[in-house]
């Protein structure tokens, strides 16, 4: 019999039943709520007569919705300006409180987007079944977790029974060797990826990210990278249990301690595909090849090299290609072959579950430090993850750094990344994000995104149009 | 649920690949706590003129006279032809909400993307994967016949043209269940409750870290 993949051994730990239909009951050990995917789920629960199965399970934060300035958030929850966004997060506590689910609320320390907060306080450990009512919940299996997006019917299936309904994927696997060149990011890595496969190039499978350059990639490199599985096209990515694992995990709030903690390490050990394996996909791609990347399009597929030009949908030749070309330069508002490091911003934004931990804000303040954001730039933003990591960098001194250099420092909260808070691009305008999405409309209607990673950010920032962040001068 | 078994019904051409979750339903619209009223900002950006806001009355709006669910001969379509990884990116049930309560039963692609795709199966909305050469042909035969309508059979799983040409497409036996049933899995997977605890129990003595207390403030 061949060995067993990392998703195999996560899924054989969990599996309930399987039923005569081929469908199978997955048992959930950590349930993750924000207050944009939830109210529908928590009113089907009530109007039912249930109560959650587990309630230690299940752990909640508002993020898609708070505002990020520091004036508005200062009020709390009654400050919210916009009354729908302020209905939505009053629901959550509501719902959270009524049903005795631990929630970190908007002025709680610990708040912060779902998928940094996770992680952060070791509510995600290697090993468990996470899911989460938003499709970034991928992010999680950066620890060697079984971590997926579900929608809300689910929500409540998973609030109600602890388990989800699911089907098993299939194996792929991502192996990216070698070393990764100098200002070379876990974010260009991803980038590079989703530009080589597609963004459908990992539908159906759950993605392993292997090789010895993703084994280099710190635990917040590794986030980054599962965090962008979805724009791939997988619902789960994840990276084998390693001594990097390891070492982020121990000493969390919610990390098992003493005797336990020994016990946990010896099984986390093993969370890693068998040398015989067998992969339904199997991608490989060489570190060395990888340059800073930049999306130009309005797929996250649309990306390119920053020293690379547009392409030109004369020299396409299928049909939907070409259309889905011409149509994305339209939108974007750029010509055919024009080189990338010729679009010029009018915003950047430092920040989403992509990349606000604290080692994105380090990367992104060590090219801002010193330096100042171009006057033709209208808005750079950094907004950290989490109220943790905010506190961690200001006590680094990032802060400042950024506000000297013409930046906003903000509060904590997903931001501009959807663009459902106030903080939004105008029509028209093109912004350096280290998001995950540039689809039409995503950062405001009419806003043209960019995805790159938090230094590229910084450097665009800085020269007002793209620039390869090791040539900054 | 409601529950799918057959539908016939006049198809709208969507000839985009890659159409993802921000523009059937754009995200200033998931701030409702509610469940419905997603139907008329389905496409937002792409049928109406203005930028629109939750809350706001849609029959006054400037319609996009270039997008083709405006267009006269698809008024009152409910078969959906889409391209490639329809349905690519959040995890946001509304989407599916806001096709269903527009009127749309099933949705026919060469590929959807995965939650997407499962969302739909919740919500009594059929996706139907075929492959991309019957696609192709399915946009061509609707763009030359005016009123062209297809009926598509769950219990079957055939979609039958206007010609008479059937195309089998596939569906997991657990969907097919559920979506024939129009059946509330919660209540199914409750049945199994007592299979549940039994692994719950295995589980907490294999990994009892995973069931320790939440540390407090
Ligand atoms: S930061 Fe962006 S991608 Fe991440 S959870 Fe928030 S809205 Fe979704």
Redo the contacts between chains.
């Keep these: 019999m061949p060995g067993q993949t990392l998703y195999d051994k996560l899924w054989a730990i969990?599996e309930?039943?399987r039923?005569d239909?081929?469908?199978s009951?997955l048992?959930i050990?950590r349930h993750i709520l924000h207050e944009?995917?939830s109210?529908?789920a928590f009113?089907g629960l009530r109007l039912?007569g249930?109560t959650p199965?587990?309630v230690?399970a299940n752990?909640a934060t508002p993020d898609?919705?708070v505002p990020t300035t520091q004036a508005e958030r200062a009020g709390g929850l009654d400050a919210i300006v916009?009354a729908?966004?302020r209905?939505?997060v009053q629901?959550l506590n509501e719902n959270c409180n009524d049903f005795g689910i631990?929630e970190f609320r908007m002025d709680?320390p610990r708040q912060g987007i779902v998928h940094v907060v996770g992680p952060e306080q070791g509510?995600t450990?290697p090993?468990?079944t996470v899911v989460c009512?938003?499709?970034h919940?991928s992010t999680h299996g950066a620890f060697g977790a079984l971590a997926?997006?579900?929608?809300?019917?689910?929500v409540?299936?998973v609030l109600?029974?602890?388990?989800l309904?699911a089907?098993k994927?299939k194996n792929m696997r991502v192996e990216v060797e070698g070393v990764l060149p100098p200002g070379v990011t876990a974010k260009d890595v991803v980038l590079a990826i989703i530009g080589t496969i597609g963004?459908?190039g990992g539908?159906?499978h759950a993605l392993e990210f292997a090789g010895s350059a993703i084994r280099a990639l710190s635990m917040e490199g590794r986030m980054t990278l599962c965090n962008m599985a979805?724009e791939a096209?997988?619902?789960v990515g994840m990276v084998a249990v390693d001594q990097t694992t390891l070492d982020y995990v121990r000493g969390r709030?919610?990390?098992?301690q003493g005797a336990?903690w020994d016990?946990?390490v010896a099984?986390w050990r093993g969370l890693v595909s068998d040398d015989d394996a067998v992969f339904d996909t199997v991608v490989r791609l060489r570190a060395e090849d990888i340059q800073p990347q930049v999306s130009w399009g309005t797929?996250p597929e649309m990306v390119l090299p920053v020293d690379a030009r547009l392409p030109d949908p004369a020299h396409e030749d299928d049909p939907?290609?070409r259309?889905?070309i011409e149509?994305a330069l339209h939108y974007m508002g750029l010509r055919a072959n024009q080189a990338i490091t010729d679009i010029r911003l009018d915003r950047v934004f430092i920040g989403s579950c992509t990349n606000a931990r604290i080692e994105d804000l380090r990367a992104a303040a060590a090219v801002a430090k010193g330096r100042k954001v171009a006057a033709s730039v209208k808005q750079a933003l950094v907004v950290p993850g989490s109220g943790l990591v905010k506190a961690q960098a200001e006590r680094e001194g990032l802060d400042r750094v950024f506000v000297e250099a013409g930046f906003e420092w903000r509060a904590p909260g997903c931001s501009m990344c959807?663009?459902?808070n106030p903080d939004r691009l105008e029509p028209g305008e093109h912004c350096a994000s280290t998001s995950n999405?540039n689809?039409?409309?995503?950062q405001g209607?009419g806003g043209r995104t960019h995805l790159v990673s938090p230094a590229m950010a910084a450097a665009a920032a800085i020269a007002g149009r793209f620039i390869d962040v090791r040539e900054l001068p | 649920m409601t529950p799918f078994t057959q539908h016939a019904g006049v198809v709208a051409p969507l000839?985009?690949?890659?159409v993802?979750t921000?523009?059937i339903i754009?995200?200033?619209f998931?701030?409702?706590?509610?469940?419905s009223g997603f139907g008329q900002n389905l496409f937002d950006?792409w049928r109406y003129l203005d930028?629109g806001q939750?809350?706001q009355a849609c029959s006054t709006r400037p319609l996009n006279p270039e997008f083709v669910l405006n267009a006269p001969r698809f008024q009152g379509a409910s078969v959906l032809l889409a391209?490639?990884?329809f349905g690519?990116?959040?995890?946001?049930?509304h989407a599916?909400w806001a096709l269903a309560e527009y009127g749309f039963r099933t949705i026919l692609a060469p590929?959807?993307?995965?939650?997407f795709y499962?969302?739909c199966c919740?919500?009594g909305l059929l996706p139907i994967e075929l492959d991309k050469d019957v696609i192709d042909v399915l946009f061509a035969q609707c763009a030359e016949t005016k009123g062209y309508a297809l009926a598509i059979d769950l219990a079957t799983q055939t979609v039958t043209r206007p010609d008479g040409v059937v195309h089998g497409f596939e569906v997991?036996?657990?969907r097919k269940?559920c979506l024939l049933g129009g059946l509330d899995?919660?209540g199914?997977?409750?049945e199994?409750s007592a299979?549940?605890r039994a692994?719950?129990a295995r589980?907490r003595t294999?990994?009892?870290?995973?069931?320790?207390?939440?540390?407090s403030?």
């Design positions: 969990h309930v039943v039923r239909d081929g469908a009951l048992y050990d944009v995917t109210p529908q009113e039912a249930r199965w587990r230690q752990l898609h919705n916009d729908v966004s209905l939505q629901t631990l709680d509510a450990l090993g468990m009512g938003d499709s919940t997926h997006g579900i929608g809300t019917s689910e409540e299936h109600a029974t602890q388990c309904v089907q994927m963004t459908a539908n159906g979805i096209g997988a619902r709030p919610f990390a098992p336990q016990a946990a099984l797929s939907v290609k259309g889905s149509r959807l663009a459902m999405r689809f039409e409309g995503r209607p | 000839d985009r690949a890659n993802d921000d523009q754009p995200k200033q998931l701030k409702s706590i509610k469940r950006e930028v939750p809350g391209r490639e990884n690519c990116g959040s995890s946001r049930e599916p590929s959807f993307a995965d939650i499962n969302n919740k919500n997991d036996a657990f269940h899995d919660i199914l997977t409750l199994a299979a549940i692994f719950e589980h294999a990994q009892p870290w995973l069931f320790a207390e939440c540390p403030a």
